[in-house]
């Protein structure tokens, strides 16, 4: 399986990268925004230079037409990119037009199992189910995630399950019971899986017993 950020922070990234476990990245227009650049080409130039693996950047475009005029763009923008588009009907056109020209997609707002399935058969290289979206509608959007696994396996498609919109780190938990490939999370999440209280106070524990020995260390 793999992490994933979930940021168009370039520090974020950097960060993550460093820990070496974050190979990938998801970006929207909306996280894109928080970053108040001036060329959306530039900032994706800037994530993907310190992204090993693949970045995936939306088309901000509603009909096929202008999707795939977009995405063709996106996708000379660097070799690791991957083209965002939403989970539409005319989303689907684009993505198994994409899919014929060599450019990987992400199908992304994904919120059923039917949606996950037409966007595996068009082609798409990930699907994006957003759990925490479904949540705060009442639904169970983890259960989502676990279905579409299930219904892929079914049928050997290549197409890999991307986790979204992932709050805190139970999600992350019940994503992997569940078997998602990818995982993408905000940088919050990947630092609060890095902590445990008990860590720390066993750090704590050791250093001073160590101190107390007084001895050198070689
Ligand atoms: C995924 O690709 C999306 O960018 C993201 O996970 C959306 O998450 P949100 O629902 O927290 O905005």
């Not at 800037?46 to 992204?51: A, G, H, P, Y």
């Not at 588009?85 to 992304?108: D, F, H, W």
Request: aromatic share 6%; glycine share 8%.
């Amino acid at each position: 399986m793999r992490i994933f950020l979930d940021t168009a922070n370039v520090e974020e990234i950097a960060s993550g990268v460093k820990m070496g476990v974050v190979s990938g990245v998801t970006t929207n227009p909306s996280l894109v925004s928080k970053e108040g650049c001036t060329s959306y080409k530039e900032l994706v130039q800037k994530i993907c230079k310190v992204t090993p693996g693949d970045v995936s950047v939306e088309v901000i475009e509603e009909d096929t037409r202008g999707m795939l005029t977009q995405a063709r763009q996106i996708a000379r923008w660097a070799d690791n990119v991957v083209v965002k588009v939403p989970s539409t009907a005319a989303g689907l056109e684009a993505t198994s037009n994409l899919k014929q020209e060599g450019i990987r997609v992400n199908m992304t707002l994904c919120f059923s199992v039917n949606q996950a399935v037409l966007a595996a058969l068009a082609g798409a290289a990930y699907v994006s189910p957003f759990v925490g979206r479904l949540d705060d509608i009442g639904e169970d959007g983890m259960a989502l995630v676990g279905d579409i696994v299930d219904i892929f396996n079914n049928y050997a498609f290549e197409t890999r399950v991307l986790a979204a919109s992932i709050r805190h780190p139970q999600h992350v938990l019940q994503a992997l019971r569940y078997g998602a490939h990818v995982i993408t999370m905000p940088y919050k999440v990947l630092t609060q899986m890095t902590k445990h209280p008990l860590t720390d106070t066993g750090i704590e524990r050791f250093l001073s017993d160590w101190r107390s020995t007084g001895s050198a260390f070689s």
